[in-house]
């Protein structure tokens, strides 16, 4: 069974920076589409960036300017820059992404586990 696993994570200062990457625990085929959600203390999970496998991005209102999502195809990996970080975007971010096991295997969906961003002074 593939994992995703996340990493970047961590305690950042208003108006900071960080990078999420979210990566399969196994060699994989290729990822088709790929989104972001977080979800806060109390929150329902919301999404906040996705990327189609034409290359098209979309944002939530509320990081559009300040996030981009981007795949590496050569790693298979799956990336959140997240720019002039607000105490607002503070959660647990979690990649989800549809891949290709090998070459001829199925699409299927899969959750990462998750990585808590905090943004605070």
């Known amino acids: 069974q593939v994992q995703l696993v996340e990493s970047g994570g961590g305690l950042v200062q208003p108006g900071g920076s960080l990078r999420l990457s979210c990566s399969a625990s196994?060699?994989?085929?290729?990822?088709?589409?790929a989104a972001w959600y977080r979800q806060a203390p109390g929150n329902l999970r919301e999404w906040v960036a996705s990327?189609?496998?034409?290359?098209?991005?979309n944002y939530a209102d509320s990081v559009k300017g300040r996030f981009d999502i981007s795949v590496d195809s050569a790693t298979n990996t799956v990336y959140l820059q997240m720019n002039s970080l607000k105490s607002e975007d503070t959660g647990v971010y979690s990649c989800?992404?549809?891949?290709?096991?090998?070459?001829?295997?199925?699409?299927?969906?899969?959750w990462g586990q998750g990585t808590q961003v905090t943004v605070s002074s």
């Open positions: 989800n992404v549809d891949l290709r096991r090998t070459v001829s295997g199925r699409l299927r969906n899969y």
């Open positions: 196994e060699t994989i085929f290729s990822i088709n589409n």
């Open positions: 990327f189609t496998s034409g290359g098209a991005t």
